[in-house]
């Protein structure tokens, strides 16, 4: 009886030790299939991480143009001159008792004799439809040569309809026969009426400079005027893209090249994209 005790009490020991042995060899086991998930986990993260990349460069994309939609962002385009100019005066400010002529001539192509406000509206039409496909809503001063709109009256146009950035077309005109390329013109610095947009108006034309210079139009820079009445009158960012010079010869049939016109309008218009994925 001893004996048979002793047996049992020898098979009960044996028994508890296998079971405590297998009991341990699976917690062994638990953390060899934690292991095994983390790697798997850590492969789904890899793959995550593209997914992620590219979701973002989507979301980036989605979200200019939800802004697009969701802000409505209005450009207005301003075609230089109408069909005859008005030389009677307007105030060059806002209350201000300087005077200058409502809306000048402008020039004349000497190669094509293309009147300047025929050109400016041929490519601001060009502009508006580039800016149309974006999702840009875009309103026009102007879309006949028979008006008469003075330069303050453009810039109360886009003041009154809440624009965010106004571009005025023009192209220039000069005496020396041999000057050519584009530039941009900025409200001043350092002028009372245009402090609250002499910022954004700056960086604007440093936009569509590079964008002009990547796609090879000779820029000879961005300059800051004080003297002009649309930039005094406008409480919108505002620029003038003066696109070259109609006084020289081969600049002027250049200008009125249709190809040429889409090219200078498309970096106008990316540089206004520009500015609005960075801000
Ligand atoms: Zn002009």
């Not at 028994?15 to 297998?22: K, N, R, W």
């Not at 207005?76 to 105030?91: T, V």
């Not at 508006?128 to 879309?143: P, S």
């Amino acid at each position: 009886m001893k004996n048979k005790k002793n047996i049992i009490v020898m098979i009960s020991f044996m028994l508890f030790g296998i079971l405590s042995l297998s009991k341990s060899m699976i917690k062994e086991e638990v953390p060899t299939f934690n292991n095994s998930k983390n790697i798997e986990n850590e492969n789904n993260i890899n793959d995550e991480d593209e997914n992620n990349e590219n979701e973002q460069k989507e979301d980036i994309k989605n979200k200019i143009e939800n802004k697009k939609q969701d802000k409505n962002i209005t450009i207005c385009i301003d075609a230089g001159h109408q069909e005859k100019g008005d030389s009677n005066l307007e105030a060059k400010a806002p209350g201000s008792s300087k005077k200058k002529p409502r809306v000048s001539q402008g020039a004349t192509g000497v190669a094509t004799k293309k009147p300047e406000y025929i050109l400016n509206l041929e490519t601001s039409l060009i502009l508006r439809e580039i800016l149309q496909n974006k999702g840009y809503n875009v309103i026009m001063t102007r879309e006949t040569h028979d008006v008469n709109i003075s330069n303050s009256e453009r810039a109360i146009f886009a003041n009154e309809r809440n624009a965010d950035f106004v571009v005025r077309i023009h192209a220039d005109s000069l005496n020396d026969s041999s000057k050519t390329g584009a530039c941009i013109l900025i409200p001043s610095k350092n002028n009372k009426y245009t402090t609250s947009i002499y910022e954004t108006s700056s960086e604007f034309s440093k936009y569509i400079a590079e964008e002009m210079k990547n796609s090879n139009i000779k820029m000879n820079g961005i300059f800051e005027r004080e003297d002009i009445t649309g930039f005094n009158w406008s409480k919108v960012p505002v620029v003038i893209v003066e696109m070259g010079f109609m006084s020289n010869y081969n600049e002027d049939l250049m200008m009125s090249d249709v190809n040429y016109q889409k090219k200078m309008m498309e970096s106008i218009a990316n540089g206004i994209d520009k500015y609005f994925e960075n801000k």
